[in-house]
């Protein structure tokens, strides 16, 4: 009503001023003829209409100027920020809603008052001061003030500024306020929070979500050796090395996935170990912003307990060190971490073994027994109860199970030099289990609640005398029987060959030297000494007493093996080569064993030419050798025993020297003969080998050291 009012005004006003314009240039209407009077009648109605067009229009702009102003008054007094206009005196020109809200004022009373009277007496000069410069240098500017409402609340509020002028060329202050009231208890509170961590002693630090550092605290330049200002707003990575960034960026990584953590990580520069421990920055909506963290210095802990550790260390040392079987540790890849000085038997220091496989104590052979692939292929799809548990050094990782009575042959370091021969000096007894005590350096720290096994502790005990008693009960038993069958036989032939020999010589005495009989005497009386020699033999291989060792020749222990058998050689037509090389030098040996040895390889020759299978037109032949031998400058004498009969099946090679098996029929061997061989030449540092092609030949190689350092 009141806009209405105001515009019949301005047209009533207006209507004056023409008909006042129209009098100063009146036009003398006398003069005017008729077509002239028609003709000014038409402009004017035609310049009637043209005004009434123009008013329309005029209208229709006033219309769309009054909605704008309109809106923006609106958009002016509903605006969230506060807006005011000062004139020169700091008195409010103009001020919108909002701006009377927050100071809980009607809008109507702060027009043409000083703004002073709603803030606080301490900022009234920050005010002042935010005014005049924005009035002098005609500049934008900003301050910050505490503002009280109308209730007594106070709050801050932000204040910017900026200088304009009217058409009329007078200037004013326009001003936007905010209210930071919130932002402001939050600078407090971090404030506060600065001044807290900055006072601890432990290096405290704020990472965002990018791993740049917003904040740490002095205790920063002490443990890391860089300066603050270096790393705020920079990442973390250079201070430290690559294994330790490792560890922090997967500390990080899993605090910002929400995890609160801790893990010992080292700074590169100082070589100080820093417990670290970090907590996940949430927003109000709980989303993980950043990470907060703590560090404290425990190197000098951590050395307190490492020499603890390393004393109690000392004395387990001393303690197993003092224990005369071999006590080791292995990790899980099968590598020693541990091993007493026991090992030395071995001719092995401690240190030297650390790193390397359990394996290099033991004979390939052995090592191949036992492995992964072939134990578990025995058993696959199977159940197993304790006593067919996989004896596997490198099947302890679950903890499950564990290696009991293994025997293993062990190899001294001096026989590694020995190349391709068998040099295995002692048996042991392997008794490994689960390693129940988990170091820290074997355990993730992200899996630090399941503590798994790591490895295995085991004992190695020589068991070589009670192998060698078990063999000699062994060989005794076999002693026993050959002696008893030798008394027996030297008891029914005895008297009987003595008799053709007294008889003989008889004969030989009637015939002349020329006679043809003469020969025939003699060569009975010849046979028969060879009987009663083998028979001498026999019953000396036999006797039951401790064999002792003596510097013997090969070649003789060979001849006297061969006259023990040869006999049955002949019968069976077997062709007997002997190639004894006569410059073979004495050795320190047990006599008795050596030859027992000879014996059981020739048995097996004749066993294996006398089979059924064996070729009909094939000629049967032993062939039997000895010779003097140099390896990287060591003395050995080789004896072979060739024959070329069955052979050995190529499944069967390989154990073919374990004990209680053979290849021959059920009741026709015992298993024990190439064991106790094996064992024997063991005994003086030997090695015997067996090759072999079925149905075409075998080849027992065996080699002795001239230097026997075991039996001296």
């Known amino acids: 009503m009141e806009e209405k009012n105001s515009k019949q005004e301005n047209i009533s006003d207006l209507r004056k001023r023409a008909e006042e314009m129209h009098k100063l240039a009146?036009?003398?209407?006398?003069?005017l003829t008729d077509a002239d009077v028609r003709k000014l009648a038409h402009e004017l109605q035609v310049h009637q209409i043209e005004l009434e067009m123009q008013n329309e229009d005029l209208r229709r702009a006033q219309i769309l100027i009054e909605n704008a102003r309109s809106e923006y008054r609106d958009l002016f007094d509903f605006a969230p920020v506060g807006y005011l206009t000062f004139n020169i005196d700091q008195q409010i020109v103009k001020a919108n809603q909002t701006i009377a809200r927050m100071l809980g004022e009607e809008k109507r009373n702060l027009n043409n008052k000083t703004f002073y009277l709603h803030i606080i007496r301490q900022d009234s000069d920050i005010l002042y001061l935010h005014h005049q410069k924005v009035f002098e240098s005609k500049e934008y500017d900003r301050c910050e003030l505490r503002f009280k409402r109308k209730d007594g609340v106070l709050f801050y509020a932000q204040l910017d500024s900026s200088y304009v002028m009217d058409s009329e060329g007078n200037g004013f202050c326009r001003t936007s306020i905010i209210d930071i009231t919130d932002r402001k208890e939050s600078e407090n509170k971090m404030q506060m929070y600065k001044l807290i961590i900055d006072n601890v002693s432990d290096l405290a630090f704020v990472a965002g979500s990018k791993g740049d550092i917003l904040y740490v605290n002095q205790v920063f330049e002490e443990l890391s050796g860089r300066k603050v200002e270096e790393f705020v707003g920079a990442s973390f990575a250079p201070l430290f090395d690559d294994e330790n960034l490792i560890k922090a960026n997967r500390l990080y990584e899993r605090t910002l996935q929400g995890e609160s953590l801790k893990s010992e990580i080292y700074f590169k520069d100082t070589g100080k170990l820093c417990e670290h421990k970090t907590f996940p920055l949430r927003d109000v909506n709980g989303v993980v912003i950043g990470v907060f963290g703590l560090?404290?210095?425990?190197?000098?802990?951590?050395?307190?307990?490492?020499?603890?550790?390393?004393?109690?260390?000392?004395?387990?040392?001393?303690?197993?060190?003092?224990?005369?079987?071999?006590?080791?540790?292995?990790?899980?890849?099968?590598?020693?971490?541990?091993?007493?000085?026991?090992?030395?038997?071995?001719?092995?220091?401690?240190?030297?073994?650390?790193?390397?496989?359990?394996?290099?104590?033991?004979?390939?052979?052995?090592?191949?027994?036992?492995?992964?692939?072939?134990?578990?292929?025995?058993?696959?799809?199977?159940?197993?109860?304790?006593?067919?548990?996989?004896?596997?050094?490198?099947?302890?990782?679950?903890?499950?199970?564990?290696?009991?009575?293994?025997?293993?042959?062990?190899?001294?370091?001096?026989?590694?030099?020995?190349?391709?021969?068998?040099?295995?000096?002692?048996?042991?007894?392997?008794?490994?289990?689960?390693?129940?005590?988990?170091?820290?350096?074997?355990?993730?720290?992200?899996?630090?609640?399941?503590?798994?096994?790591?490895?295995?502790?085991?004992?190695?005990?020589?068991?070589?005398?009670?192998?060698?008693?078990?063999?000699?009960?062994?060989?005794?038993?076999?002693?026993?029987?050959?002696?008893?069958?030798?008394?027996?036989?030297?008891?029914?032939?005895?008297?009987?060959?003595?008799?053709?020999?007294v008889c003989g010589e008889l004969l030989q005495e009637r015939f002349d030297n020329n006679d043809k009989d003469f020969d025939m005497v003699r060569r009975i009386i010849s046979e028969a000494e060879r009987v009663s020699t083998v028979i001498k033999t026999l019953l000396s291989f036999s006797r039951d007493k401790d064999d002792e060792m003596d510097y013997i020749n090969i070649n003789e222990l060979l001849d006297e093996a061969i006259s023990l058998v040869k006999w049955e050689m002949e019968k069976d037509g077997i062709r007997l080569v002997s190639c004894l090389d006569k410059d073979v030098p004495n050795i320190f040996l047990y006599p008795q064993r050596i030859q027992q040895t000879f014996i059981n390889i020739i048995n097996n020759s004749i066993y294996a030419l006398n089979k059924e299978d064996q070729r009909k037109h094939k000629e049967k032949m032993i062939r039997i050798t000895s010779k003097k031998l140099l390896v990287n400058d060591l003395a050995y004498i080789e004896i072979v025993f060739y024959d070329n009969g069955c052979g050995i099946p190529a499944d069967k090679i390989d154990n073919i020297m374990e004990q209680f098996f053979t290849t021959k029929p059920r009741g026709s061997g015992t298993g024990l003969g190439l064991s106790i061989s094996k064992r024997i030449i063991n005994e003086h540092s030997g090695s015997i080998e067996i090759n072999s092609l079925e149905k075409e030949y075998t080849n027992v190689i065996i080699t002795l050291p001239t230097i026997n350092e075991e039996c001296q």
């Open 295 to 501: 560090s404290r210095d425990i190197t000098d802990r951590k050395l307190a307990e490492e020499a603890v550790l390393h004393a109690k260390e000392r004395k387990f040392r001393d303690l197993v060190g003092m224990i005369p079987d071999i006590v080791y540790k292995i990790d899980s890849e099968g590598r020693f971490t541990y091993i007493n000085s026991s090992v030395d038997v071995l001719g092995y220091e401690s240190n030297e073994l650390l790193g390397k496989h359990f394996s290099i104590l033991f004979d390939e052979k052995d090592v191949e027994s036992i492995s992964r692939n072939t134990i578990l292929e025995k058993v696959q799809g199977g159940i197993t109860d304790i006593n067919m548990t996989p004896k596997l050094f490198d099947e302890r990782r679950t903890g499950e199970r564990m290696t009991r009575n293994l025997e293993i042959c062990l190899v001294k370091k001096s026989d590694k030099r020995y190349k391709n021969l068998d040099q295995r000096r002692f048996i042991g007894l392997v008794t490994a289990f689960g390693d129940v005590e988990v170091v820290s350096d074997y355990r993730d720290v992200e899996d630090g609640k399941h503590i798994q096994p790591t490895g295995t502790i085991g004992i190695i005990r020589d068991i070589t005398e009670r192998i060698k008693l078990q063999e000699k009960a062994i060989q005794v038993g076999q002693l026993a029987e050959i002696g008893s069958l030798a008394a027996s036989v030297a008891h029914q032939l005895n008297s009987p060959i003595n008799c053709i020999m």
């Open 26 to 31: 009146q036009i003398p209407l006398d003069n």
